[in-house]
């Protein structure tokens, strides 16, 4: 039999366990031209916490009582593909199943010799792109400047404070934990860390942490701490909306302060980011992240989560912090 994960309910507010359904099937059969994925390692990302509602987005919204995707890495079980064989292993965006049928079609072949399959998930995978792609693109780092990330412990934080260190950047970031910001410094090696919850006033801590005020401003989190970034922005300041996880649990928009004095004073640039806008510019962003990562210039951090029955689960822990760099299940 075949285990699959449905999306059974669309969340009001923070998902539950109870929003996702586990269904078995058959096991299927690679049909003519057809290749058989067996589920190695899934991807959980707070993007999919938007697909789960019923609205226009980027993306299509997930539809009820069918599966839940997301990026996975699986092995090649049964070929009658002549453009893939039996034991390789790929990188796409597929449903949360155990074992599935593909054409081959958005499916990239990934080299475990070259780096752990899981990698191809995170610091290779999308979540690199998106930090390298956004710096190259809106954050356009200088050597000296001051570079602030939020969510900084996180997959595509980390990485964002690392290239803002080759550049030669003052790179401050913002976590949840003293653990996470020891991480920050000792691994990813980060000037200063900031922990948001245990300071009461955030404009204070960024100005002691950045002196030199903010230059670019990465966003993994929006709401209050985009606030305090914005108060402490140079002129000609860059902020990449990257994402803004405090807000997506929410059931009304909170209102924050107005932007719009800042940003004409100190002609501030702040623009939104999706990394599948810039699927042409993959193959040179990932060979320059190996690279690095081959040169030791680059690391990264993964919370492995075991057990395809636990996806769910892992999901639900970003929401609460409980990852340190990259969250993937290993199945």
């Known amino acids: 039999m075949n285990r699959i994960i449905h999306l059974k309910n669309r969340p009001e507010g923070t998902p539950q366990l109870d929003d996702f359904e586990f269904i078995e099937e058959e096991k299927p059969v690679a049909g003519d031209g057809e290749i058989l994925l067996k589920s190695k390692f899934v991807s959980v990302d707070p993007y999919l916490r938007g697909r789960m509602r019923d609205q226009k987005s980027y993306v299509e919204p997930f539809r009820l009582n069918e599966p839940v995707e997301s990026g996975i890495i699986a092995e090649i079980v049964e070929s009658n593909n002549d453009n893939f064989k039996k034991g390789d292993f790929v990188n796409g965006m597929l449903q949360w199943k155990e ?123 929006g709401g209050e701490i985009l606030d305090a970034a914005m108060q402490n922005i140079n002129e000609n300041g860059r902020v990449i909306n990257c994402g803004a996880i405090s807000l997506y649990n929410k059931t009304e928009v909170p209102m924050g302060p107005r932007y719009e004095g800042i940003m004409v004073k100190k002609t501030v640039l702040m623009q939104g980011f999706l990394v599948r806008q810039h699927a042409k510019e993959f193959g040179p962003a990932t060979k320059q992240l190996a690279e690095w990562l081959n040169e030791g210039k680059l690391t990264y951090e993964e919370t492995i989560v075991e057990g395809f029955e636990n996806i769910p689960q892992a999901f639900l822990d970003l929401f609460n912090g409980k990852n340190k760099g990259k969250m993937v299940v290993k199945i």
């Open 99 to 221: 074992f599935q049928t593909s054409t081959g079609k958005g499916l990239n072949k990934v080299d475990p010799e070259k780096a752990s399959l899981s990698a191809y998930l995170g610091v290779l995978g999308l979540t690199g792109l998106t930090a390298y792609i956004s710096l190259e693109h809106i954050g356009n780092l200088k050597n000296g400047e001051t570079l602030l990330v939020s969510g900084a412990s996180g997959a595509v934080g980390s990485t964002v404070g690392q290239i803002g260190k080759i550049k030669g950047c003052h790179v401050v970031g913002i976590a949840g934990t003293d653990e996470k910001l020891k991480l920050m410094k000792d691994t990813f090696g980060f000037d200063k860390g900031i922990n948001y919850k245990t300071t009461d006033d955030m404009k204070k801590a960024i100005a002691e942490a950045c002196p030199e005020g903010v230059d670019v401003y990465f966003d993994n989190v």
